[in-house]
């Protein structure tokens, strides 16, 4: 190899560019094919887009307010009322799935629910995303010290039983002031994001080791991009492959974890509905009728279904050597 | 090998430092708990003063971080805001039940888990491995307490074989410890099967087939081996699975042990009695995690090389 | 009223509040009326299963405050005095006969019948009884119920005492300055520090149950487990596996002879949807009916046959601010009481309870006022008043705070009772959630207590003077800054009046008098139903019972085990 100072010249240079841009596209352009090619993927992702129009447009979609059972008139709503296709003895027609023990509309609150959800699905993820990647990027490029300290600090963590802290995190917390804001949601994304991030840190760290010696990345830093350029423009998108699919599949178990909290009656405050906390409220009246919980429990899992499909789907088109 | 045993025990102690720093600074956060100057629960004078005792209330906060750190090395974890018993002693009553419940179902999981899931990667794409893997996805996506709520409802209430009340007979322990060990048994599944394929797309088993092994020995002698030893490493986070699952179903099914011990001190408040469950769960898992990476540095000849 | 006790009262309120929140489903207080008398063969190993709801914090009488804890006590304990199940009044229990008052009401002497032994053997004296009463005074206990003995010479001062402080010779010369002597093996005498007619129903209580020496010096902390658990009453507990279930049995040195029932169990079953599972699964004999289970019980013929009604001791109120604009006009206050239907809430919101369509004390208790009609819901007559007070059309009737423990169900009941009053009287309240430890805070002070607030009181003792005195009188614990001397005056004079039929008299006037002032309106009074297995006999309930059958416990008997 010459060792002239600049060994490239203007055109090489721009091709080894052109090659860098390239390799990135032609990925993601074959994973969305074979996306797109998943049926179950596509279902899944058909459904969450469902639910996530669901959670956008819940105040013009629900019937009711959610959390009021006394109308304007001053009428009581009928207190577990049947849904349509439950004991026609108490089924009553304004409320087509039922009610619950204190007479909110079940419909109403499983719409609202649904946001409920999918903000507790998507925001903490972002956050661990967000968290998670920057630190993995830094302490796998930058190595030494840096990485060391990062290294032994999410190992203790990771060490920590995560839904278990959760659980404290929230009832220590949900009396505080800190578990008021935004009506306890603050506290919730904040535990499950505290908890989690480490996994995604982890795993970015691994592959930015391991993407760090390819070729393209010695290129890069032997034509003088500087060291963020290449970890943004270089490592993050290549090494996002088991990222997206970890997303994929952090989704639901934020959904689920807040499903759990408010059945253990540590979740979002109430009144708020949430198909977590109208489970708990239904357990109440299982014996007498299984719609107040059957009906959220429904609903989540055929969310993490769609999660589920979808991250798998995901995790086949982004490394096709993965396929199981 | 040694090294790696030493400096994985090492990292023991700043992991159950930092869960007593935590469990610390959230017990003092926690509104309502000893340590509130404005309790919105006047606690009697005698409670006022053993409180004191324990925890120097009054002191410096470093001073009672000390103090703490020291009733934990002596196993005292304080006294119940609300019973009149201490913590070490309820936990030492209840922790047998739970115990029990735990292990069955974990034994359950693995026993059910490894053959079905390498069953299924050896017969991949045929009915058993469909089957399998659709039981193993509503495993993990049907919340285990709709399950719990299912199977108490069918079982309990409408056919009438199993009891409500009590614990110690088989019949009372069946439905509990089959609705817990789901959870992992699905993800076991998962996880093995997906070991299995792994394993056998290794060059070396091409290579032990071309040389002429019969199939039967191949598997058994060289993929099992080292298809079994990734799933070694995810039985400690099944672990910490099967304990929060433990409150779910000890909730539900009435089971006398620490989860549902647990979950009643979170509604009532009874921060000492929290803090010490929290506690020896920590350790617990913190104790599997270090027993399940030992084993997996003892089994991968990669690791024991280095 | 002094105010140590005023917050003890005030802290058992909350724990009542707590208590009957949390279950419904529990142990339900029962009623005056017989339940299930007598027919069938009674099994002489009869065993019955019960449910105690949740593992008990204390089972020591002279700590306990809450229902399921006195559950226990009372079956292994028995105090010198009893209650009728019909009357509700004091009658001799281990005491031989009534007490002997002196003239002047403040010293009650009690003599002990003979043959009364623990269930050891050993035989119960006046000392036990000295030291289980001295033991509820002591501070060092911190029992939740000892300012019910606050009426007892010495007690209140000693159980103050300030622990941290107080030197051993302190303490010690506190005891002995309680007015509670031992004349003898078979005498005991109490010095009270003001005439209280009604000590005889207080002799009835756990705080004054007799404890033996020996059991508290050979357990120490742990003597409330069985081996050391010795009562007097007609149980005693043989095993208590935490968190799982306690088994009683028959302690043949009981007084009255062995009680019929062998054995008792209570498991411990938190969930009352699995209650009523396992009362289903015949695996629990009794059960209290939740408002959600009655759907499936009045479908189901079998179980519709198992129902009765039970009353309850507990009565829950709309709270007024008495001294803040509107509220400081009694007129409005009783408007307010009067526009809102009371039947309708119970039929369309509580579901289960009986609608306070009385006074302040709720039927089967002393001192219950049927025919007190004063608060009854009449729109008509609650817009008049409303027209003649001072703040007719006035902006102080717009935007009225209402101020309740947030929670899902208070929540529809504020809801329910907002629209009563808009269409009723064309006022606008406006709901105020607050955190439920917050809200416990705010309605103890009168410098905090909201415009309008819900509350519930349930009785300590079935006496008038514990709900019309101890509440109402402007020293008590009710916090609506609402004073009225000759309330006062009457509710003290009563308190103090020893011919009975004259207390009742003074007392039913001042509850109509405390009806017409509406410092509170009346909500309605706690009541559930009970579900009980065909083969369970003897039941005797009263609205008091913290345990089955509580005044008859040696009564139940079961015909067969299904």
Not at chain 1, 2 to 26: D, H, I, M, W, Y
Not at chain 2, 125 to 145: E, K, Q, R, Y
Not at chain 3, 531 to 558: C, N
Request: proline residues 6%; hydrophobic residues 45%.
């Amino acid at each position: 190899m010459t060792t002239a100072e600049r060994p490239f010249s203007g055109q090489a240079r721009a091709a080894a560019l052109n090659v860098l841009a390239r390799k990135q596209r032609s990925l993601a352009r074959d994973a969305l094919e074979r996306l797109l090619r998943n049926k179950a993927a596509i279902l899944g992702l058909g459904i969450i887009a469902l639910f996530m129009l669901i959670a956008i447009f819940a105040p013009f979609i629900a019937p009711y307010d959610p959390v009021v059972q006394i109308d304007a008139t001053g009428k009581a709503n009928p207190s577990m009322g049947e849904p349509w296709f439950g004991d026609p003895k108490y089924v009553d027609p304004a409320h087509p799935l039922g009610t619950d023990r204190i007479g909110r509309d079940t419909l109403s609150r499983l719409i609202w629910g649904a946001r409920v959800s999918m903000v507790v699905g998507f925001v903490p993820v972002a956050l661990i995303f967000a968290i998670g990647v920057s630190v993995g990027l830094l302490a796998g490029f930058y190595g030494g010290k840096l990485d060391q300290i990062l290294m032994r600090v999410t190992d203790v963590i990771y060490a920590f039983p995560d839904l278990l802290f959760i659980i404290i995190i929230m009832a220590t917390l949900r009396n505080h002031w800190l578990g008021d804001l935004l009506g306890g949601l603050v506290l919730i994304f904040g535990a499950i994001a505290v908890v989690n991030w480490v996994g995604m840190a982890r795993l970015v760290r691994g592959q930015v080791l391991s993407l760090k010696e390819k070729e393209y990345v010695e290129a890069a830093r032997a034509i003088g991009v500087s060291g963020p350029r290449i970890m943004l423009r270089h490592l993050l998108p290549n090494a996002l492959s088991p990222v997206i699919v970890a997303v994929a599949f952090g989704i639901p178990s934020a959904i689920l974890a807040e499903a759990t909290l408010s059945f253990l009656g540590v979740g979002i405050k109430p009144p708020t509905a949430t198909w977590g906390s109208m489970m708990f409220e239904g357990y109440g009246v299982f014996a007498t009728t299984p719609w107040p919980v059957l009906l959220p429990a429904v609903c989540i899992s055929i969310v993490m279904l769609s999660f589920t499909f979808v991250g798998d789907g995901l995790r086949d088109a982004l490394d096709p050597r993965m396929r199981t | 090998m040694l090294t790696y045993v030493v400096r994985r025990l090492l990292l023991l102690i700043p992991t159950l430092f930092f869960v007593a720093v935590v469990t610390f600074a959230l017990a003092h956060a926690a509104p309502g708990s000893p340590f509130d100057k404005n309790p919105d629960r006047p606690l009697p004078a005698a409670t006022i003063e053993r409180l004191e005792r324990l925890y120097g209330v009054d002191r410096p906060l470093h001073e009672q971080f000390l103090l703490y750190l020291g009733n934990l090395a002596r196993f005292d974890l304080g006294s119940s805001l609300v019973r009149d018993r201490s913590v070490a002693e309820i936990i030492g009553s209840q922790l047998p039940v739970s115990a029990q419940l735990g292990i069955q179902a974990l034994l359950l999981a693995l026993a059910v888990a490894l053959p079905l899931g390498v069953i299924s990667a050896l017969r991949q794409n045929t009915a058993v491995d469909h089957a399998s893997m659709v039981l193993a996805t509503v495993g993990t996506t049907i919340p285990s307490f709709v399950i719990a709520i299912l199977a108490i409802y069918v079982f309990a209430v409408h056919l009438r074989l199993i009891p409500i009340v009590g614990w110690g007979t088989p019949k009372h322990m069946i439905l509990p410890t089959v609705v817990l060990s789901l959870g992992a048994m699905a993800f076991l599944t998962r996880m093995t099967r997906a070991s299995m394929l792994e394993a056998i797309r290794q060059d070396y088993v091409r290579t032990a087939r071309a040389k002429g092994l019969p199939e039967q020995v191949v598997i058994v002698g060289h993929v099992l081996k080292n298809a079994l030893i990734p799933v070694a490493t995810v039985v400690g986070p099944a672990t910490a699975g099967l304990i929060t699952g433990s409150f779910i179903v000890e909730s539900i099914f009435n089971v006398p042990g620490i989860g549902r011990e647990f979950v009643l001190s979170i509604t009532r408040r009874d921060y000492p009695l929290i803090m010490g469950v929290y506690l020896l769960y920590a350790f617990l898992i913190a104790l599997a995690n270090l027993a399940v990476d030992i084993v997996y540095a003892a089994l991968d000849p990669r690791i024991k090389a280095a | 009223m002094p105010l140590a006790r005023a917050r003890r009262a005030l802290a058992l309120l909350i724990a009542a509040l707590l208590v009957l929140a949390a279950c419904q489903q529990g142990q339900p207080p029962t009623t005056g009326p017989v339940t299930q008398t007598g027919g069938g063969e009674p099994d002489p190993d009869g065993e019955l299963v019960t449910n105690l709801g949740s593992e008990p914090d204390t089972i020591d009488p002279h700590k306990a405050s809450f229902v399921h804890e006195i559950a226990v006590i009372m079956s292994v304990f028995e105090g010198l005095m009893s209650l009728d199940p019909q009357t509700l009044k004091p009658v001799p229990a281990v005491a031989a006969k009534d007490p002997e008052i002196s003239a002047d009401q403040k010293t009650w002497k009690f003599t002990l019948r003979d043959g009364v032994k623990f269930s050891d053997g050993t035989p119960v004296t006046a000392r036990d009884y000295q030291r289980g009463f001295l033991r509820t005074c002591d501070p060092r206990t911190a029992g939740d119920y000892a300012f019910v003995l606050y009426v007892v010479v010495g007690c209140e001062a000693w159980n103050n005492m300030d622990l941290r402080t107080a030197t051993t010779a302190q303490i010690e010369a506190g005891r002995d300055a309680v007015g509670i002597r031992v004349l003898d093996d078979k005498t005991i005498e109490f010095q009270l520090a003001e005439p209280a007619a009604y000590f005889g129903s207080i002799a009835y209580m756990w705080v004054g149950m007799p404890v033996k020496q020996e059991s508290l010096d050979k357990g120490g902390e742990r003597w409330t487990e069985p081996e050391t658990y010795i009562g007097n009453g007609p149980f005693k507990l043989v095993e208590w596996k935490h968190n799982e279930r306690m088994v009683f049995e028959r302690n043949d040195s009981y007084w009255r002879g062995a009680p019929k029932v062998k054995r008792w169990t209570r498991v411990m079953i938190q969930e009352g949807a699995t209650a009523f599972a396992a009362y289903r699964n015949n695996e629990i004999d009794v059960l209290g009916a939740a408002a959600e289970d009655l759907r499936t019980i009045e479908a189901d013929p079998e179980l519709k046959s198992q129902l009765s009604d039970v009353e309850g001791s507990c009565t829950f109120y709309i709270g007024f601010n008495a001294k803040r604009a509107p509220f400081d006009d009694p007129n409005v206050r009783l408007a307010f009481a009067r526009s809102f239907d009371r039947d309708g809430y119970i039929s369309d919101i509580q579901k289960m309870g009986t609608s306070a369509n009385g006074g302040f004390i709720p039927p089967g208790l002393p001192g219950y006022d049927k025919d007190d009609a004063v608060q009854r819901y009449d729109p008509a007559a609650a817009k008049d008043l409303l027209a003649k007070s001072k703040y007719a059309g006035a902006p102080e009737l717009q935007n009225v705070k209402f101020t309740y423990a947030s929670n899902a169900r208070t929540k529809t009941r504020v809801e329910w009772l907002q629209q009563q009053w808009k269409n009723n009287l064309g006022v606008t309240v406006v709901a105020d959630p607050v955190d439920a430890t917050a809200y416990t805070q705010l309605v103890k002070r009168q410098e905090t207590t909201p415009l309008m607030f819900i509350l519930g009181w349930c009785a300590d003792f079935p006496d008038q003077q514990n709900w019309l005195t101890t509440v109402f009188h402007s020293s008590g614990i009710s916090k609506t800054g609402w004073k009225n001397e000759k309330y006062d005056a009457l509710v003290k004079q009563a308190d103090q009046e020893p011919a009975k039929d004259r207390r009742d008299a003074m007392y039913l006037e001042a509850s109509r008098m405390l009806s017409a002032e509406a410092p509170a309106a009346w909500l309605y009074y706690v009541s559930g139903k009970l579900l009980i297995k065909p083969w369970v006999k003897g039941v005797t309930t009263t609205a008091l019972d913290s345990v089955l059958g509580q005044f008859r416990m040696w009564e139940i008997y079961v015909t067969k085990k299904g």
